[in-house]
């Protein structure tokens, strides 16, 4: 082996050999020239990174579904006036007075009350309303009582021809002393008073839509007035006395009238005060309302 080829092999067992300083200087030429080639290389390439996901916003909080509102909160509806204290509702009879279902009750059933007076007849102007509330009418078999609960279905009988006709209280009467009972034309006529103009009859009721005993609502009613100067005189003397009452004037047929309402037309009060008054004119009378 010549010079050449010695120094040649022991250049390569140099080079490999780990512990040897050339190798240490091989080693960091290469490291560098890796180093150069992979800037030069990224230069000359875009590198598409996957861009960053934007940060989510933050989620809207949960809203709890409204709740239903309260029934008076939702359009709610003007307060139902409340009936007045003074307010008397309505009873309104059958077309006729009577109906035959009327007819049939009285066939099967007794009589809960029986009352003997004077009767007569009575007659108003047209569109006068009764005091059950509906439109008098002189065709309607309908009568006038003072106590009566207001749709009491009786049967009158004239004592002297022994006519007989049942019909129903509609309205208040009379107001005259010693009279029990004031009739329609056609009560009249059933009954063989109109032409008598007055009768001895007897009062049978067969039915009354409330007690007649117990409860109600009274009235004591003071006239007739032949002015209205008089009834408003005694009106303002019955407010002084019974500060508590409701005292009113109102016209009748050719007349006038005054009422006085005790307290929550308590029938007591209202007997005490018809027992008490003794007006200069007229007459007072105790009234069922209802």
């Not at 009748?252 to 309402?261: C, F, K, L, P």
Request: hydrophobic share 35%; aromatic share 6%.
């Amino acid at each position: 082996m010549n010079r050449a080829e010695r120094d040649s092999s022991s250049a390569k067992s140099q080079k490999w050999d780990l512990g040897h300083p050339a190798f240490f200087v091989h080693a960091l030429g290469w490291f560098c020239a890796s180093l150069l080639l992979g800037l030069a290389t990224g230069c000359g390439h875009h590198v598409e990174v996957e861009p960053m996901s934007a940060p989510q916003a933050t989620p809207p909080a949960i809203q709890k579904p409204a709740q239903p509102q309260h029934p008076a909160q939702i359009n709610p509806a003007a307060p139902k006036s409340k009936p007045s204290p003074a307010h008397i509702a309505p009873t309104p009879a059958p077309a006729g007075g009577v109906s035959p279902e009327d007819l049939e009750f009285i066939k099967s059933h007794k009589p809960i009350l029986t009352e003997e007076g004077l009767a007569t007849w009575y007659t108003a102007a047209k569109g006068r309303e009764s005091a059950n509330g509906q439109l008098f009418s002189d065709h309607a078999l309908t009568a006038a009582h003072r106590t009566l609960p207001m749709g009491s279905l009786i049967v009158v009988t004239n004592l002297t021809t022994n006519q007989s006709s049942p019909m129903r209280i509609t309205d208040r009467g009379p107001f005259v002393e010693g009279r029990i009972l004031d009739l329609t034309i056609a009560s009249a006529k059933a009954t063989g008073i109109y032409r008598m103009g007055t009768a001895q009859v007897r009062l049978e009721v067969y039915r009354a839509p409330k007690p007649i005993d117990t409860g109600g609502r009274w009235c004591v009613q003071i006239g007739a007035f032949t002015s209205a100067h008089k009834a408003n005189k005694l009106k303002a003397q019955l407010e002084r006395k019974y500060p508590e009452a409701k005292v009113i004037e109102f016209p009748g047929e050719a007349s006038y009238w005054v009422r006085i309402r005790p307290q929550g037309d308590d029938r007591e009060q209202a007997e005490r005060i018809a027992r008490k008054l003794h007006p200069a004119e007229g007459k007072a009378f105790l009234t069922r309302l209802d």
